[in-house]
T-cell receptor, first 114, second 115 residues
Framework: GENVEQHPSTLSVQEGDSAVIKCTYS??????FPWYKQELGKGPQLIID?????GEKKDQRIAVTLNKTAKHFSLHITETQPEDSAVYFC?????????????FGAGTQVVVTP | DGGITQSPKYLFRKEGQNVTLSCEQN?????MYWYRQDPGQGLRLIYY???????QKGDIAEGYSVSREKKESFPLTVTSAQKNPTVFYLC??????????????FGSGTQLSVL
C-alpha cells in the first residue's frame, strides 16, 4: 500500500525566515497531494493542494512543488509569521480515483519564534 | 453556516463500553469518512462511505462500526475492542465529481478517552 514519509518532524524558524517541509510517497499511481495545517485541539485545515499534472502551485506565502519522477513533494512557507505555528501534514491519494482516501505523513511541528 | 459538525468535543468511556460519535455535514457532500489520529501521529482511515446505505473499510476498521442512513450523517461506534487510552477522531467529507473540486474537508474532531 501507500506509504508517505515526512521530514522534519519538528522545525523551528525565526519570524520572517522560510520553512520547508518535504514528503516522499511510494505509490506511483498517486495523483493528488494536499497539505493540511492543524492547530492544537482542532481538525486539519486544507491550505494548499497539487495534482500530478502540475509541478508547482503558489498561494500568497505558501507554495508546493511536486517531482513525480522522484516521488516527492514539498511545502514552502515564506516570510513566516507566529500564526504559522502549527502541525503540518502532507498526504497522497492512494488509488487513482478517490481523493478522499488519503495516506498521511506523520506531521511536522512548526514553531515560529518572534 | 455550512460545515462539518462533530459531537461531542470530548468523550469518556469505561472499559467494556461502546460509544457512538456523531458527525453531521450540511455541505451536500456525497462522501464521508472517519479518520483516527493518535497523539503525535498522522491520520489513518477507519471507514468511508460514498453513498447512503453503503460504506467500506479503511486501513484500521477493526473495533469500529458505522452506518449511513442519511446523506448528512455518518456516525461512528467505537467498541470495547478498542484499547487505546486517548484517540482523536476526525470526520471528513468531500464531493465526488471526479474533478478539481474533490477535496477533503475535516470537522473539528472528538477526543475519546478511556477511564
Amino acid at each position: 500500500g501507500e506509504n508517505v514519509e515526512q521530514h522534519p518532524s519538528t522545525l523551528s524558524v525565526q519570524e520572517g525566515d522560510s520553512a520547508v517541509i518535504k514528503c516522499t510517497y511510494s505509490d506511483s499511481a498517486s495523483n493528488y497531494f494536499p497539505w493540511y495545517k492543524q492547530e492544537l485541539g482542532k481538525g486539519p485545515q486544507l491550505i494548499i493542494d497539487i495534482r500530478s499534472n502540475v509541478g508547482e502551485k503558489k498561494d500568497q506565502r505558501i507554495a508546493v512543488t511536486l517531482n513525480k519522477t522522484a516521488k516527492h513533494f514539498s511545502l514552502h512557507i515564506t516570510e513566516t509569521q507566529p500564526e504559522d505555528s502549527a502541525v503540518y501534514f502532507c498526504a497522497a491519494s492512494f488509488g487513482d480515483y478517490f481523493w478522499g482516501k488519503l495516506q498521511f505523513g506523520a506531521g511536522t511541528q512548526v514553531v515560529v519564534t518572534p | 453556516d455550512g460545515g462539518i459538525t462533530q459531537s461531542p468535543k470530548y468523550l469518556f468511556r469505561k472499559e467494556g463500553q461502546n460509544v457512538t460519535l456523531s458527525c453531521e455535514q450540511n455541505l451536500n457532500h456525497d462522501a464521508m469518512y472517519w479518520y483516527r489520529q493518535d497523539p503525535g501521529q498522522g491520520l489513518r482511515l477507519i471507514y468511508y462511505s460514498q453513498i447512503v446505505n453503503d460504506f467500506q473499510k479503511g486501513d484500521i476498521a477493526e473495533g469500529y462500526s458505522v452506518s449511513r442512513e442519511k446523506k448528512e450523517s455518518f456516525p461512528l461506534t467505537v467498541t470495547s475492542a478498542q484499547k487505546n487510552p486517548t484517540v482523536f477522531y476526525l470526520c471528513a467529507s468531500s464531493v465526488m465529481t471526479g474533478g478539481t473540486n474533490e477535496k477533503l474537508f475535516f470537522g473539528s474532531g472528538t477526543q475519546l478517552s478511556v477511564l
